[in-house]
């Protein structure tokens, strides 16, 4: 059996708050649109899974273009609301590990697999993986910022590929990004759907980390 695993970070692995969506949904609500969460972070991710390449200026994300969002979510994009978004600070400087994540990459180690993280991030995520000990476990990181290319783009797995074969999964939280991507560099994709924000998709998914190590087990 092939023994490795290739995991996304971000409310993968690692639980941020406020989540990046989340203050965009406060904002709305707050302005009294009618929004959900689910819908609001859906359709984040539905724009930046058409971004492949990072902001230079950002460092290894992409900048959310607010007037697609906005159009997304059927709100009249006028330019004041616009740049009221674009004040909205979106990246959370307070992160946690999941209550699942510990004894699952325990066990990952334990049955002598590689662990490779795959994950659209700045050069903060070095700090995040050793605040949290991820460093005990994290074989190596595929980051964006290092590589300029951010998932879905293929490239950033085939690289990970190259150093360390096809895993039996890329397990992440974002259908446009770490599903769809996976399945573009022909990786088996397990969609991390914590939130039940994707309840109506049938495809490869699970809710939690132990739920994934038991496919795994038994591919």
Avoid at 43 to 63: E, N, Q, T
Avoid at 119 to 146: E, F, H, M, P, W
Avoid at 184 to 196: E, K, S
Wanted: glycine share 4%; charged share 25%.
């Amino acid at each position: 059996m092939r023994r490795v695993i290739f995991v996304d970070m971000g409310e993968t692995l690692v639980s941020f708050t406020p989540k990046f969506h989340q203050p965009i949904y406060y904002f709305l609500v707050k302005k009294g649109y009618n929004v959900t969460e689910k819908k609001v972070f859906r359709a984040v991710y539905k724009i930046l899974g058409r971004d492949h390449f990072p902001d230079p200026i950002l460092g290894g994300l992409s900048v959310l273009d607010y007037k697609e969002l906005l159009s997304e979510l059927k709100i009249n994009p006028k330019q004041c609301l616009i740049k009221e978004l674009e004040k909205v600070p979106l990246l959370s400087n307070k992160w946690d590990l999941f209550k699942d994540v510990e004894l699952f990459l325990k066990e990952l180690k334990k049955e002598n697999f590689k662990i490779v993280m795959i994950t659209n991030a700045t050069r903060s995520v070095y700090k995040i993986i050793q605040d949290l000990g991820l460093d005990k476990y994290i074989d190596d990181v595929i980051a964006s910022c290092d590589y300029g290319i951010m998932k879905p783009h293929p490239r950033i797995f085939r690289i990970a590929i190259e150093k360390y074969g096809t895993p039996i999964f890329h397990i992440g939280d974002v259908y446009e990004i770490d599903y769809l991507g996976a399945l573009r560099a022909n990786i088996t994709p397990l969609l991390l759907d914590r939130f039940n924000f994707y309840e109506d998709l049938n495809i490869n998914k699970v809710n939690n980390l132990f739920q994934a190590l038991k496919l795994i087990k038994n591919p």
